[in-house]
């Protein structure tokens, strides 16, 4: 017989695959439990729209969360429950003028949603904000992100009615044929507005009793992906980009919450209660870090922070004159929030008028419409640099000129180089290029805080420690070209990934 040695480093690699497999994890091939959407904005005339696919043989019961970007304060959710192999959309538009100006979400799509959703949309909310510590006006819907979290999978009856692998059993009812599609439409969406009503209206199968929420509803095995395009019909232009995954998010739960509830959250990563702990694999180039995180404690966001945190972030920027280019960064912070706010973990209804005590890795409270992190920046042109005079020889390439500290204030934060304004951002941080910087790339250095006394830049496993800031976003780049014959528009944007490098030490025991 033949026998092949593998080399050590891919043993190291499928063993490492092997855990990245049975825990928690951003998947880079797009698939997962959890989606993180990190920009919508209906400023400057624009909208957004937002698109979830199944990707599985399996009914999903889903939570779509919407929330504000200055300090990710929820504005609207809602439960969607979507059959297999379905495709639902929505765009989030604005309506109103001035000061009543606020955020819609509309759909045509006929899935399931509960509440139901009107014909003519649900305006976004400010009930989650009002006292903060920042501006109550409802404009605060006008930009921010979206969560979206798979609770579960729906069982679904067969000939004889029977529901198996799927919670608690109740007869007659079965929630994944009331959500299939027959001839285009669901079935019977009103079946599962009434599961969660009480009263004469409905039959509250999914309310009352510790286990109501399971019934006939098993944990979530993932398989959904999304994306969203910011249009600016104007300006004739569009910008896609993917949600962020993660895969394995909770195997193990039901995370089928009562509607009018701030839960399920990102805090609601699958907990083996067999060690009392959550895992999670962080991948790194080709090294996978295998860790677990202690959820007894107060910082119940680590083991996403964890799979979030990134030590700096790089991508490119265009701002050519001759071109009509801008660029803009959106940066933000998806658990930011976990770590200076009270209320997220609270019932419904449930507000907390101030803010926690602050935690690492984020060093600054919210006040006064902000919660200012200490960033360091720094870019280059396109050839090394090479544009600045040096007086004498120095390696190549050379230091990059412009590098500064920067503070971001906001969960959603939008960077603008010379003063481009592709998306109309609110959360504008404007940096000015020096002259011959026209075009480049540029780095954001998450590791270093303001100040000696300040939290720690860090979020610490069992194993491994993660220097930095959790973070998300993507860069747009737009060319105008004005209008051609015809009046016809030639302008065009583009959207590009951002790039991160990671930097986890091991612990010392």
Known sequence: MKKKLLPLAMLAGLAGAVGTAQAAHVNPDGLGQVLIYPYYTTLDGQHTDIHLVNTTNKTKAIKVRFLEGQNSREVRDFHLYLSAYDHWSGVITSTGEGDSKVALFRTGDTSCTVPTIP?????????????????????RTLEGYV?????????????????????????????AHAAKHINGVPKDCSALVKAWTAGGNGNGQWLGGANATTVNIQPGTGGLYGFASVFNVAEGTSATYSATAIANFNTLDVLHAPTGNTRPSLIDIGIPTAVGSTTVSVVDGASVFNDSFDVTSTNEADPVSALLTRATLKNDYVT????????????????KRFYMIDDVRNAAGVVTTSNQALRRPFTSEFTANMACEHIEVGYYDREEGSVNIVTEPVFSPAPPTGSTSWELCSEVNVITFNDSNILGSSLRYGLSLEDGFDNGWATIDFTQTASATANPRTVIGDAYTYAGLPVAGFAVIKYSNGALAGGVLSNYAGVVEHKYTRQITTNTP
């Open 119 to 139: 014909q003519a949309g649900v305006p976004f909310t400010n009930i989650a904000y009002t006292s903060d510590k920042g501006t109550n006006s409802l404009s």
């Open 147 to 175: 969560e979206i979290i798979e609770m579960g999978e729906l069982g679904e009856e067969d000939d004889a009615g029977n529901v198996t692998e799927y919670g608690v059993r109740v007869a007659n009812f079965d929630p």
């Open 320 to 335: 050519d004159a001759g071109l009509n280019a801008e660029t803009d960064w959106v940066v933000t912070f998806p658990t």
